[in-house]
Nanobody, 120 residues
């Protein structure tokens, strides 16, 4: 059973950098044909895919976030991380990590999410 667990910074001030990590258990982030995504949900809004890192280390980003988002991984810890620079209150959201099954094109495992509030 694959499990994902987000760990986040809690409150963040505008213009700071947000750093969120996802720890994966029950499966390796380098296993072929899986991707590992970051998805967020602002209050009262729908889910927004932010980007992801594939089993081979390649990355994809939402065009609207590419300029200030960076996704990386630590294979020794079986973790992947999201860095979001120059945050604004509009970045307030619940941040989820999820496994993308490339073969079925669905996110088949999700973390419980971590709430991030950007406020002065």
């Amino acid at each position: 059973q694959v499990q994902l667990q987000e760990s986040g910074p809690g409150p963040v001030k505008p213009s700071q950098t947000l750093f969120v990590t996802c720890t994966v258990s029950g499966g390796s982030i380098t296993t072929t044909y899986y991707g590992w995504s970051w998805i967020r949900q602002p209050p009262g809004k729908g889910l927004e895919w932010m980007g992801g890192i594939h089993y081979d280390g390649s990355t994809d980003y939402s065009p609207s976030l590419k300029s200030h988002a960076s996704i990386s991984r630590d294979t020794s810890k079986n973790q992947f991380s999201l860095q979001l620079s120059s945050v604004t209150p509009e970045d307030t959201a619940k941040y989820y990590c999820a496994r993308w099954n490339i073969a079925t094109d669905i996110w088949d495992y999700w973390g419980q999410g971590t709430q991030v509030v950007v406020s002065a």
